[in-house]
């Protein structure tokens, strides 16, 4: 796998911009539908994209997740297999890095459930 950086966070390192280490977590993950591609993927495997698709909202646009799956895929965080067919298949993997996100964002899944009562009382 080739190591590479978006280039949003390349200007963010070169201008030292980040501040701290949290700051640098939320940018890799911030993006309505980054969390839940890392949890499928670290979940159910492998998947292309319509699979994936499936499994997040069908309110996503094709555009914003195409976006987001690059994004992720430039920060080390899921792999992109494009297989020579007609049509062209593509399946997106976890990567290692990613794999270390899955406990946050499980994390973060907990914390929603365990207080979602509390919003809906505040409507």
């Known amino acids: 796998m080739e190591r590479t950086l978006r280039d949003h966070l390349k200007t963010r390192f070169t201008h030292g911009e980040f501040t701290c280490k949290k700051e640098l977590t939320l940018s890799i993950i911030s993006g309505k539908w980054k969390s839940a ?11 292309r994209y319509g699979e994936l698709k499936k499994y ?7 555009r914003v997740l195409t976006k987001q799956l690059r994004e992720l895929e430039q920060d080390g ?3 992109r297999e ?6 062209p298949r593509v399946e997106y993997s976890i990567t290692p890095m990613g794999l270390t996100l899955l406990p946050l964002i499980e994390q973060l899944l907990d914390w929603g459930e365990a207080h979602i009562e509390y919003y809906r009382e505040l409507l």
């Open 82 to 87: 494009t297989y020579p067919t007609v049509p």
């Open 37 to 47: 591609i890392v949890y499928h993927l670290g979940h159910q495997g492998t998947l």
């Open 56 to 62: 997040l909202d069908v309110s996503v646009s094709h």
């Open 77 to 79: 965080i899921i792999a």
